[in-house]
């Protein structure tokens, strides 16, 4: 038990669709990343919430638009993606910015 | 500039012998070190971290890793490598608050 979880665990969608990622955090933590992991490429950070405050947001394309409604939820809103965005995508939290970050384990969104 | 670097993308060792992957950074001031290990389909799970204090640092699953500042180094080890150790691990840093992790490095172990 990790105390992150994430759903959907596999996704397949059209560039045309919308879809929603979820992660869930039953660790009190403060804040929150997504992160994107291609295969043979570092693991990119996405989006850090930190108090349900968005504080960094790494040139990430507008067809990603996060959510965080409050301190143990957070979204990962997708549309009009790109085969390019085919990748997994990780949730982590951590009690604070800094400290170890625990991790759910990720969804695996196949973009067609 | 890169924060953390694995130099070896992909090892194997056999069954029972030593392992040791590597990690530097750059990174001035004293850093947050971590290990991570990724299965394949699963999130990143923590194997050990170094904040301070002393240099050789016990994880879980029988891990081990030393800080060397003097070579900006952070290299994991194991003894005994099991089968079920066939991982991706990575090294990561915390830099302006936040984690920047390697590129990672393959184990296969050979039975």
């Known amino acids: 038990e990790t105390g992150v979880t994430q759903t959907p665990r596999h996704l397949v969608m059209g560039m045309t669709n919308k879809k929603s990622l979820k992660c869930e955090q039953h660790l009190g933590h403060n804040a929150m990343y997504w992160y994107k992991q291609s295969a043979k490429k570092p693991l990119e950070l996405m989006f850090v919430?930190?108090?349900?405050?968005?504080?960094e947001n790494n040139s990430v394309p507008s067809r990603f638009s996060p959510e965080c409604p409050n301190s143990s939820h957070l979204f990962l809103h997708l549309h009009t993606l790109q085969p390019e965005d085919s990748a997994l995508y990780l949730c982590?939290?951590?009690?604070?910015?800094?400290?170890?970050?625990?991790f759910g384990p990720g969804t695996r969104l196949t973009v067609l | 500039a890169q924060s953390v670097t694995q130099p070896d993308i992909h090892i194997t060792v056999s069954e029972g012998a030593s392992l040791e992957l590597r990690c530097n950074y750059s990174?001035?001031?004293?850093?947050?070190l971590f290990w991570y290990v990724q299965s394949p389909g699963q999130g990143l799970q923590l194997l050990l971290k170094y904040f301070s204090g002393d240099t050789l640092v016990q994880g879980i699953k029988g891990f081990e890793a030393e800080f060397k500042r003097s070579q900006s180094s952070f290299n994991l080890r194991k003894p005994s490598v099991h089968w079920s150790d066939a991982a991706e691990y990575f090294c990561a840093v915390v830099e302006l608050n936040d984690m920047r992790f390697g590129a990672g490095t393959r184990l296969t172990v050979k039975p």
């Open positions: 919430y930190s108090l349900e405050e968005r504080v």
């Open positions: 990174y001035g001031a004293t850093p947050y």
């Open positions: 982590a939290s951590t009690v604070s910015r800094g400290n170890e970050q625990f």
